[in-house]
């Protein structure tokens, strides 16, 4: 059993916990709630032993197992199935001994070895790596590259495969679902739900969290309140207290009021002098009821926009995708006003090409677009985070776009996404991911869009901003197109759905549940066995040369323009560079012609716009070959 017993943690100068109690069975599945910054991640620190109390104690059974999901994942050659295979410490602790063994020739130990392979199901290890993966979205074709060529998403669901094989009796999870899809979010799910050992999980997927754990624990004012039940029963079950609690505080100010009037009244009085002087000690006494109070600090409202066009956006006959090879096809879409559409479908599918098409980021190979008259966009995506300038504040990001807004205005708004105060004056660099997404969104909502087109926009957002959000996108009154793997703001912001999947774009006929269905119908039929083992050797080489070749095609023409590239950059560099220090010469200006002067100014300028703009086709290309990679 985990136990904490008056346990006091600070993180810096933020006291996080102080003197909490908490008790966690073994096999137990307990989530972990609470806003974002008030402790969680620092008490899982606390018990995988990287941190230690600042007071009181914390044990966790010293013969348990703790697996977790590592933050980084270094770029190695090793192969993706070999990776996941090491979470397994015991099984590679047992192969280095039979490996040992057989090197030294020593046949009991050998046999020792070898029996303690099968007793923890050694022979079946590869095959429970590969399900894993398959599970995490990853194909049959990946399961053989190396660790270095997967991108930063793809890495962390490696983190997390490995976590899974390790055979543990404490798993800790750290929101897990933010690099995941839907699709794989449902896998893991039921693969947490069969897990015996005792859980703990840090998740702002309410949905998530209804099905998978069976308790709550609770960061409130600093200690940790446990309730029994998922998600769903811990939210009722802390609406009837802070009703209660604001109930019993509203009784007790009416009798302190009553007894103040006495005292007030009454003081000076000789014949009351000692009923007054009892009242002042019963106030003294009486132990305050603090008013309930909730703690979300965000309150969105999307601004009045001056009209929407209807239809809003039209695709006919689009194909999309990349260095000339289409992801999707045949696309013929049509936005009305008002619309609410979920996008579903696997992942690398297309629906973040088909996000980015409607945003109008990537152009049709072949079709039209037309969007409809004063139309504006708000778009959405996890990359855009990076895009926010690292030495600006909230403010000035939002002064920048419109300039002619007053500060009190601004500031009042930016509240509303929680950067009140100092917050609104901090600098980006130093902000999380929860906080850079917060003011993306902030700033795509000052714009007064009349469609939002959302991929993945509740990713490191805490519940309290993502039921925010939920509540704000209920009431806009534009379309919204959203893809996301939070399934209750799907239910709650989308009347229609569509499939993405097999290169088409199509109403879905159903609903979440349905698309479970769908889901496991598909896997299904993908992991049964063909008619014999050889065909199916044969498919998979037929199938995985096929992707080699198609991706191969696509990569080629970009590869070549990059490297093309690259040597222009290289050159204008080199220009620039020397046209500078030219310019930076004292003597320059006294032995040259104002004419030169002029020229050399003017070719500058001309070389350091012919750089700006190499760099520009060079992060785009490069963003498309991670898109070819995904």
């Known amino acids: 059993m985990i136990t904490l017993r008056k346990l006091t943690l600070r993180r810096g100068a933020k006291l996080l916990l102080d003197e909490a109690e908490a008790a966690i069975h073994p096999g137990q599945h307990v989530g972990i709630v609470g806003p974002n910054g008030c402790g969680k991640s620092s008490l899982f620190a606390l018990l995988r032993g990287e941190l230690h109390p600042d007071g009181g104690d914390a044990d966790v059974p010293a013969a348990w197992v703790v697996a977790h999901v590592a933050q980084e994942t270094p770029a190695v050659d090793r192969s993706a ?18 490996a040992d063994a057989q090197a030294r020739n020593d046949g009991e130990r050998l046999a020792h070895a070898h029996e303690r392979y099968r007793q923890i199901d050694g022979y079946s290890a590869r095959a429970r790596a590969a399900a894993l993966l398959h599970g995490l979205g990853f194909a049959a074709q990946d399961l053989e590259r190396p660790v270095r060529e997967f991108s930063g998403g793809w890495r962390m669901r490696l983190n997390l495969a490995q976590a899974l094989m390790c055979r543990s009796d404490l798993l800790l999870l750290d929101e897990p679902t933010n690099h995941l899809d839907l699709d794989a979010v449902l896998w893991l799910e039921g693969w947490l739900q069969n897990y015996r050992g005792t859980l703990l999980v ?23 309140k446990p309730y029994s039940g998922n998600y769903s029963a811990f939210e009722e079950q802390r609406a009837m207290q802070l009703a209660q609690q604001q109930a019993l505080h509203a009784r007790q100010q009416r009798e302190i009021a009553r007894l103040e009037r006495f005292v007030e009244r009454f003081r000076a009085k000789a014949t009351k002098a000692r009923q007054a002087q009892s009242r002042i000690k019963a106030l003294e006494r009486m132990e305050r009821i603090a008013p309930a109070h909730v703690d979300s600090p965000f309150a969105i409202r999307f601004r009045e926009f001056p009209g929407s066009p209807d239809p809003m956006l039209m695709l006919d006959g689009v194909s999309a995708g990349y260095g000339g090879a289409a992801v999707l096809h045949d696309i013929r879409l049509n936005i009305p006003a008002g619309a609410r559409i979920g996008l579903l479908g696997r992942n690398g599918a297309g629906k973040s090409t088909l996000i980015k098409l409607l945003a109008g980021r990537l152009a049709p190979l072949t079709g039209t677009r037309r969007e409809g008259k004063d139309l504006r966009i708000g778009y959405f995506a996890q990359y855009q985070l990076e895009d926010l300038r690292a030495d600006e504040s909230p403010l000035q990001h939002l002064a920048r776009i419109d300039p002619g807004a007053r500060e009190q205005a601004l500031r009042d708004f930016l509240g509303g996404f929680g950067f009140s105060g100092d917050m609104a004056l901090a600098k980006v660099e130093g902000f999380s991911g929860g906080e850079r997404a917060r003011l993306a969104l902030a700033i795509i909502v000052w714009q ?66 349905d698309y479970r269905d769908w889901l496991a119908e598909r896997r299904a039929a993908e992991e049964r ?60 200006y006294t032995r040259s012609t104002p004419e030169q002067v002029t020229n050399a100014l003017r070719e500058q300028a001309r070389v350091a716009q012919a750089l700006e703009e190499a760099e520009a086709e060079w992060f785009r290309l490069q963003e498309a070959l991670e898109g070819l990679s995904a």
């Open 202 to 224: 840090i998740s702002h997927d309410r949905e998530f969290l209804d099905a998978t754990v069976t308790a709550v624990l609770h960061f409130d004012q600093r200690k940790l």
């Open 448 to 513: 007064r869009p009349n469609l939002l087109l959302l991929d993945e926009p509740t990713n490191h957002l805490d519940l309290d901003m993502r039921e925010a959000l939920t509540l704000a996108l209920q009431e806009f009154e534009g379309a919204v197109v959203l893809v996301s793997h939070d399934r209750h703001l799907l239910r709650t912001t989308c009347d229609t759905l569509m499939l993405v999947a097999d290169g088409r774009v199509a109403p879905f006929d159903g609903d979440l549940e």
């Open 81 to 98: 199935i070999d990776y996941t295979m090491d979470g397994d410490r015991e099984l590679r602790a047992v192969e280095a001994e039979i």
């Open 529 to 588: 066995p063909k008619s014999t083992a050889g065909e199916q050797r044969r498919e998979q080489k037929r199938a995985e040369a096929e992707a080699r070749n198609r991706l191969a095609q696509a990569r080629r023409p970009l590869e070549k323009r990059v490297r093309e590239l690259e040597a222009a950059m290289a050159k204008l560099g080199a220009e620039k560079s020397r046209l500078e220090a030219m310019l930076a010469a004292e003597d320059f």
